[in-house]
């Protein structure tokens, strides 16, 4: 099982940035694929995920009406696009996959982990 995530960079705020995250090695659309961010000194947050076997998404309150989680079965991949970004959203995002699909914002719900991306949003 392999994931990676992509799509980071510098943006100012009010800027956009698409992130992705390439998974491998497993039946794509059994999975929940989260999205997580950790920030320097603080905890892992759960920001954002997708199910496609339980047909739900979530978001973190902090993120709701700005990001947009989607799902590509066919290339599986999930995409996480960012608008509206601010400079609290500065952190590396990272993407899991959860194998019995029902996982949300728990970190400790999640099998696999990719390596992250950075984001940082300038003011």
């Known amino acids: 099982v392999q994931l990676q995530a992509y799509g980071g960079g510098l943006v100012q705020a009010g800027g956009s940035l698409r992130l992705s995250c390439a998974a491998s090695g497993f039946t794509f659309d059994d999975y929940a694929i989260g999205w997580f961010r950790q920030a320097p000194g603080k905890e892992r947050e759960g920001v954002s995920c997708?199910?496609?076997?339980?047909?739900?998404?979530y978001y973190a309150d902090s993120v709701k009406g700005r990001f947009t989680i989607s799902s590509d079965n066919a290339k599986n991949t999930v995409n996480l696009q960012m608008n509206s970004l601010k400079p609290e959203d500065t952190a590396v995002y990272l993407c899991?996959?959860?194998?019995?699909?029902?996982?949300?914002?728990?970190?400790?719900?999640?099998?696999?982990w990719g390596q992250g991306t950075q984001v940082t949003v300038s003011s």
């Open positions: 899991a996959a959860d194998r019995l699909g029902s996982a949300r914002e728990n970190p400790d719900e999640y099998d696999y």
């Open positions: 997708i199910s496609s076997s339980h047909g739900s998404t």
